[in-house]
């Protein structure tokens, strides 16, 4: 398990707007950390009201994007939508596709979007955007995407999977039991979750090999974003 502390994570802030990149993204160009699998962009997301992205080009990526407060104003040449916090939107970039993302609220929008590389080239674009409702602390597990057809969204790239729960203290929970997995925590201040001996906190990521089924324990109240691979 490796894991890279959310304050210690590749910053980006410009126009009031702040990033924390999983991987080399920008201007925060490293050669050892391109990717995870085929998750090549894992972004936390802030942008206060009224920033965002304007109209820009994506190509032969799959864009997931979980909100988890505030509402995000996508617009694309495919589809469009305003999104609340536990709702997730795919855009199949495909053979090409635009698209734009401001926050629409009165306040802070945070978001995790997630770079995924499809099975095929130059697929037809195309959006959905749904809600999910998770079942609560101690619940499980819930797909949001899938490229299996099991998922709330459905994406082009098998043998990948987005899944998210919530913890309360004390609860415990096994990881998906995939090869690959790469987890973030979202919690509170004083919130988070152990795995193993290894407590993490608010926008902190662990990749895992090869650890699927470790048990996560909830330390007050957190959500898991999970990504989970079949192969390299």
Same mark, same amino acid.
């Given at each position: 398990?490796?894991?890279?502390?959310?304050?210690?994570?590749?910053?980006?802030?410009?126009?009031?707007?702040?990033?924390?990149?999983?991987?080399?993204?920008?201007?925060?160009?490293?050669?050892?950390?391109?990717?995870?699998?085929?998750?090549?962009?894992?972004?936390?997301?802030?942008?206060?009201?009224?920033?965002?992205?304007? /109209?820009?080009?994506?190509? /032969?990526?799959?864009?997931?994007?979980?909100?988890?407060?505030?509402?995000?104003?996508?617009?694309?040449?495919?589809?469009?939508?305003?999104?609340?916090?536990? /709702?997730?939107?795919?855009?199949?970039?495909?053979?090409?596709?635009?698209?734009?993302?401001?926050?629409?609220?009165?306040?802070?929008?945070?978001?995790?979007?997630?770079?995924?590389?499809?099975?095929?080239?130059?697929?037809?674009?195309?959006?959905?955007?749904?809600?999910?409702?998770?079942?609560?602390?101690?619940?499980?597990?819930?797909?949001?995407?899938?490229?299996?057809?099991?998922?709330?969204?459905?994406?082009?790239?098998?043998?990948?999977?987005?899944?998210?729960?919530?913890?309360?203290?004390?609860?415990?929970?096994?990881?998906?039991?995939?090869?690959?997995?790469?987890?973030?925590?979202?919690?509170?201040?004083?919130?988070?979750?152990?795995?193993?001996?290894?407590?993490?906190? /608010?926008?902190?990521?662990?990749?895992?090999?090869?650890?699927?089924?470790?048990?996560?324990?909830?330390?007050?109240?957190?959500?898991?974003?999970?990504?989970?691979?079949?192969?390299?």
């Amino acid at each position: 398990m490796e894991v890279r502390e959310g304050g210690r994570r590749a910053r980006t802030e410009a126009e009031g707007r702040t990033t924390l990149h999983s991987f080399s993204f920008g201007a925060h160009y490293d050669p050892t950390n391109t990717g995870f699998s085929s998750l090549v962009a894992h972004n936390d997301e802030r942008l206060p009201p009224g920033t965002g992205y304007a /109209d820009h080009p994506h190509a /032969d990526l799959e864009v997931v994007s979980w909100v988890l407060t505030g509402s995000l104003r996508h617009a694309s040449t495919v589809g469009s939508a305003t999104l609340a916090g536990g /709702d997730v939107q795919r855009l199949s970039a495909g053979s090409g596709v635009v698209h734009a993302e401001t926050a629409a609220g009165a306040g802070t929008t945070r978001f995790v979007q997630a770079w995924v590389r499809p099975d095929e080239s130059g697929l037809a674009p195309s959006y959905v955007r749904e809600p999910v409702v998770l079942g609560g602390p101690g619940a499980g597990w819930t797909c949001v995407a899938d490229g299996d057809g099991g998922g709330v969204v459905p994406i082009a790239a098998r043998g990948t999977s987005l899944h998210v729960a919530d913890l309360a203290d004390g609860v415990r929970l096994e990881l998906p039991d995939r090869p690959r997995l790469h987890a973030m925590v979202v919690a509170g201040p004083g919130d988070g979750a152990m795995v193993g001996e290894r407590r993490l906190v /608010d926008g902190d990521v662990a990749r895992l090999l090869d650890e699927g089924g470790r048990t996560v324990t909830g330390v007050g109240r957190a959500q898991l974003v999970v990504w989970s691979f079949e192969r390299a």
